[in-house]
């Protein structure tokens, strides 16, 4: 049986990212190899015992939700053989982000001296796309007239629009027109006329974010999160970055309520104020001011 044929085409049919699609070939090959099994001689039982080893191994949340959903997307959704399993996901530690401030952004684009790798992690930044997202760009999803552009096939298998950013604006026509790149090419080529690798555009941010001195782990989706954090920081609401982002719940854009500056949000702490009314309080007792009598009542 081809497993990773059969995962791959249902998950594009479904629209997983290439990613997904990677891991979970992954885990279930793995999985296979593992315990010496074809794919039809698997029980319930067998994928029961598989979680519960990884997690008498003391595997991480993360990685046990991963397990289960690789298995449970092949055998439910590609060989639609119900193989229910009755453990409970394992709960993951939430988290904030890791989120750039301005400066350490500004920061990293100046670390970048080549210009296509510079305006790649400006775009991403610019943009609030996903890393995949702004490797698959073609000329024909840039709409300069209205200063915005369109993420095709996004994650969910979604279309959304995404801002142009007008400092890049003409440093992307100019790209076009150097390369002479028409509507159907890759805004970023690869090789074997396919577009460039997200891994690549990684390497480059891992690169400039060390030269930068940058201390924070820098990856792609950082920039991404930074840009939401960024937008609420301006005074944008929730609502109005929650599309930019593709969020289908706004309460997954709500996280970076948590992480965006108190201090642009004008949010003060009341230790600040506790001074000032403490002073106020002994200069009345200085001046010696009488309450009124009735004042009491």
């Known amino acids: 049986m081809d497993v990773a044929g059969l995962i791959t085409k249902e998950g594009w049919r479904l629209g997983r990212s290439p990613r ?7 885990v279930v090959e793995k999985f296979l190899r593992t315990y010496h099994k074809e794919p039809h001689q698997v029980t319930k039982r067998d994928i029961e015992n598989h979680l519960l080893r990884l997690q008498e191994r003391n ?3 993360n990685t046990m939700n991963v397990h289960l959903n690789a298995l449970k997307f092949f055998y439910e959704r590609v060989l639609k053989k119900k193989l229910t399993v009755n453990i409970e996901f394992a709960k993951v530690r939430k988290s904030l982000p890791t989120v750039l401030s301005k400066e350490e952004t500004s920061a990293l684009f100046s670390a970048i001296s080549n210009p296509k790798q510079q305006l790649m992690v400006k775009l991403l930044y610019a943009s609030g796309m996903r890393v995949s997202e702004l490797a698959s760009l073609r000329v024909r999803d840039l709409e300069f007239n209205n200063n915005y552009g369109w993420v095709r096939n996004g994650k969910g298998g979604k279309d959304r629009l995404f801002i142009i950013a007008k400092k890049l604006k003409n440093e992307i026509l100019a790209r076009i027109s150097q390369n002479k790149l028409h509507s159907a090419d890759w805004l970023f080529p690869g090789y074997n006329s396919n577009h460039i690798s997200p891994s690549s555009i990684r390497t480059i941010i891992k690169t400039a974010s060390l030269k930068a001195g940058i201390s924070k782990n820098v990856h792609p989706h950082t920039l991404r999160h930074s840009f939401a954090t960024h937008l609420i920081e301006n005074g944008y609401a929730v609502t109005e970055v929650q599309p930019l982002l593709g969020h289908g719940s706004i309460n997954t854009t709500m996280i970076y309520l948590h992480i965006a500056s108190p201090q642009l949000l004008k949010v003060e702490s009341p230790l600040d104020s506790l001074g000032t009314a403490a002073r ?7 001046v010696g001011v009488r309450s009124d009598p009735l004042d009491a009542a």
């Open 20 to 26: 997904t699609i990677k891991t979970y070939i992954y």
């Open 59 to 61: 595997s991480s949340g």
């Open 280 to 286: 106020e309080v002994r200069i009345v007792k200085t």
